[in-house]
């Protein structure tokens, strides 16, 4: 069996796991559930992060941002109000992903979103804090793993 070579390496190890039914998606149901179970986490949390954005940031917003200066929270709260509406938008296509009959439309919508949500994440990890890598990209890229080991079994 001739083996396709990939340029990065991390997705070359993946494609020999697959190849290999290393990790057999078909034999193993659980890999659907987990991936749907973790895109709506990701989905939850973009809600939470929409209502804290839109309706909570000069109160509760106050408590988990604790590092913004609290001066500053009033005369910035029509921006976070737009942030939290991005948020929305992202959530809503990560739901609107779960409800899509063709699965494979469904599977490219989820890792379309969960990429915007990954990207976010590490662009928010690298200019604002870490820990905004860990708290939105990582969710997202551990989901992302799930729906490209279902993706690749449609290939």
């Not at 991390?10 to 039914?21: A, S, T, V």
């Not at 973009?46 to 590092?67: D, P, Q, S």
């Not at 990429?115 to 939105?136: D, E, L």
């Amino acid at each position: 069996m001739e083996k396709k070579v990939c340029s990065n390496t991390g997705l070359f190890y993946l494609y020999l796991l697959l190849e290999n039914d290393f990790i057999p998606y078909k034999k193993n149901k659980m890999i659907p559930i987990l991936a749907k179970i973790l895109t709506a986490l990701v989905a939850l949390m973009h809600i939470y992060f929409l209502w804290l954005e839109m309706f909570a940031w000069t109160t509760r917003g106050k408590k988990v941002f604790r590092n913004f200066p609290s001066d500053l929270f009033e005369p910035t709260k029509s921006m976070a109000a737009n942030q939290g509406l991005y948020n929305g938008f992202l959530a809503a296509g990560l739901i609107w992903s779960m409800f899509i009959n063709d699965s494979l439309w469904a599977i490219n919508v989820a890792l379309f979103f969960l990429s915007c949500v990954a990207v976010a994440g590490i662009y928010g990890g690298i200019s604002v804090s870490k820990k905004i890598f860990f708290v939105q990209a990582v969710p997202a890229l551990i989901a992302m793993v799930f729906w490209l080991i279902i993706r690749f079994d449609f290939a």
